[in-house]
């Protein structure tokens, strides 16, 4: 008997597993039609969440703290501080802000917990390491001074757009987070902080006598020492820039942040330009009752996450790009309840498409007409292409279904706005179209190494399959030949493609395999058949498949094992599958790991992170992945296996 009969799934079970997989799924739709899943970042938002609280010096919510910090408690690592994701290595602002706020919260400094924190960052050389970020926070609370941070000046806001840095050169999460802090920059406020907690013992030296930080391991010597030059000079001269001029950048900068405040929604619905435009106002002199503060401190509250005796702050919600790829997997389940059920989560996305608002993306293709979806529930000035182009394909399967034709219209002018925001170098970035200053990543402040939106491989791959699922050829459509030839250039010798907001490899090849054979390429092409290969170098003996943040690491040279995930080897099999390998061992051998750890309940314990905010700063851990990845894959594998053709007909 060979390995492939020996290791084929039960007909029975496979459709067993998949009904529960279903069943549980159903469960979570809300009562308008959609899904949204919890979205888990590391310590840092829930530990600036209570900083914030006590920077305003508001009411102490004792059992909100309480649950806050057995929170925190339970995430952190062997090593004593805390990681950016499960099981990871420590981080010294994670573990910074996490002290700080246990000791803001009450937790005695001798407590074990906290001393073991206080060796771990002690160990590691100190507070004086944390990242930009945090020192502009403890600069906020006078741990610090003002010299420990690079000079943001307000006057930025004045600047031309030929000016080589401008708020068009750099993210949406830049643009939003940096102009609430540039004005709290030329304020220069400090904390309420009623209870006067410091946090002077996580220093080996004097904080007073810190400057600014030192180079990051991304950045260029001679480009830093350049920036860096202009920031010594810039701290001499900001001082005695006029008056009149520095008002009229912070009127500039109000201007910019009234328009984009976006209800209880939030400025960029992300966290951290929230809080930092409540302090702004706060800092301006208005107080809680100011409309726009009022609604976005009402916002921010809205991210809090309770379960049971712990809870949490989320850095933003995901209520759209949940939607969509629920209604993929219960499309591809294929029972009338499964099709009816996403047939009103696309009801709802439908009206969410943003067709009235030119956003940011429109300062370089202001002739290109909007037409996206964004990520949270409202989010009008930053809609992205991974969603857009994620919604679309739902759409497209399924009115093939029914014929249904009232989603063309959407899907028209999405595809009209996608196609219009490709970047002169073939590819797709997220939010905007050639974010490319590349040398923007070596100022002082971007020692995170994420300023920029530039076209990545997934992003790209979603685009093209879209684009091909929808009937575009590489002979037909520039922008997909384009595309195409961003996505055989960008493929590792290895054979993996970078995944910019998944981890990593595993979910840009993922991606990009999906991308191909939806094109049209051949699944004997030499960049299918070793990518295909590279996955089933990297199987775990389990079955499944994983990767880690450690795989972003500068000097990645390969991949490392790390323990399987249900979400990773779901893209695993998924990709496999679109790269016509059905019948392969690996993929068996992976259906049927999906099968062995489902749970009672007809979904999967996933505890590791599986996706990237930003690459080796911050992680997400999307608690729905694991309930309709492995699903979509298991009745993937099921429906190929039910028909004569291993062929899979669509994008994703």
Not at 276 to 305: C, F, Q, S, W
Not at 439 to 446: A, D, G, R
Not at 568 to 573: E, G, H, V
Request: proline share 6%.
């Amino acid at each position: 008997m060979d390995t492939l009969t020996q290791t084929t799934p039960d007909r029975a079970a496979l459709q067993a597993s998949i009904a529960s997989a279903t069943r549980a799924l159903h469960a979570h739709q809300q009562s308008d039609g959609h899904w949204v899943f919890e979205l888990e970042a590391d310590a840092t938002i829930p530990a600036e969440y209570v900083l914030f609280r006590h920077y305003l010096a508001e009411p102490v919510d004792a059992e909100l703290e309480r649950k806050i910090a057995n929170y925190l408690m339970r995430i952190q690592g062997a090593h004593g501080g805390w990681p950016l994701f499960q099981d990871g290595a420590f981080d010294m602002s994670a573990s910074v802000k996490a002290y700080f706020a246990l000791k803001m919260i009450g937790h005695d400094i001798d407590a074990p917990h906290m001393k073991r924190a206080r060796e771990a960052i002690l160990a590691n050389g100190g507070a004086i390491k944390s990242n930009v970020f945090t020192r502009f926070l403890l600069t906020f609370f006078g741990q610090l001074t003002w010299k420990s941070v690079p000079v943001l000046p307000i006057e930025i806001m004045l600047l031309p757009r030929w000016f080589p840095f401008h708020l068009t050169k750099v993210s949406y999460w830049a643009r939003t987070t940096m102009v609430p802090l540039m004005v709290l920059a030329a304020l220069k406020p400090l904390a309420r902080n009623p209870k006067g907690v410091r946090i002077d013992e996580l220093f080996h030296e004097d904080p007073k006598t810190i400057g600014t930080p030192a180079r990051a391991p991304h950045q260029s010597k001679a480009w830093f020492a350049l920036f860096n030059g202009i920031d010594a000079v810039l701290r001499v001269v900001e001082p005695y820039f006029p008056k009149t001029i520095r008002q009229r950048a912070i009127d500039r900068a109000l201007a910019f942040i009234a328009e984009r405040l976006n209800g209880e929604d939030g400025m960029g619905a992300i966290f951290p330009p929230m809080v930092n435009a409540v302090m702004m106002y706060d800092a301006l002199g208005h107080d809680e009752t100011y409309p726009p503060r009022a609604t976005t401190r009402r916002g921010i509250d809205k991210l809090l996450v309770f379960n049971g005796d712990e809870a949490y702050c989320q850095p933003c919600v995901s209520p759209v790009w949940d939607t969509a790829l629920t209604c993929h997997a219960l499309m591809e389940a294929g029972d009338e309840e499964s099709v009816r059920k996403a047939q009103r989560g696309l009801d709802w996305l439908k009206p969410r498409q943003v067709l009235d608002v030119k956003g940011d993306w429109a300062e370089k293709r202001p002739d290109v007409r909007p037409g996206g979806w964004a990520f949270q529930y409202a989010n009008a000035h930053y809609p992205d292409l991974d969603d857009t182009a994620v919604v679309v394909m739902a759409m497209d399967r399924a009115r093939r279904a029914d014929g249904y034709k009232g989603f063309d219209g959407s899907i028209d002018r999405a595809v009209e706005w996608i196609e219009g925001l490709q970047s002169k170098d073939g590819g797709f970035a997220a939010f905007d179209a050639d974010n490319l200053e590349h040398y923007l990543n070596n100022i002082p402040f971007s020692d995170h190494a994420a300023l920029l939106d530039p076209p990545t491989e997934d992003v790209t791959a979603r685009c093209v399959s879209m684009l091909a699922q929808l009937g575009k050829t590489v002979e037909t459509s520039p922008a997909m030949a384009r595309a195409v030839a961003y996505l055989r250039k960008t493929q590792l010798a290895e054979g993996s493609w970078f995944g910019r907001w998944g981890l990593n490899y595993i979910y840009g090849t993922w991606s990009v395999l999906c991308a191909l054979n939806a094109a049209g390429v051949s699944h004997k092409d030499p960049a299918i058949v070793k990518a295909a290969s590279w996955l089933k170098q990297i199987q775990n003996p389990d079955g499944g498949w994983g990767e880690d943040g450690e795989s972003y690491k500068l000097d990645y040279k390969g991949y490392e094992p790390a323990p399987s995930t249900a979400s990773q080897t779901a893209w695993c099999l998924l990709a496999l599958m679109a790269a016509g390998q059905a019948d392969d061992p690996a993929v068996a051998k992976g259906v049927a790991y999906l099968m062995k750890t489902q749970n009672n309940a007809g979904e999967w314990d996933e505890a590791r992170y599986t996706a990237t905010g930003f690459p080796r700063v911050f992680y997400l851990r999307y608690h729905g992945y694991r309930k309709f990845f492995p699903l979509w894959a298991l009745a993937r594998y099921r429906n190929l296996q039910s028909t004569n053709s291993r062929t899979v007909g669509v994008g994703m």
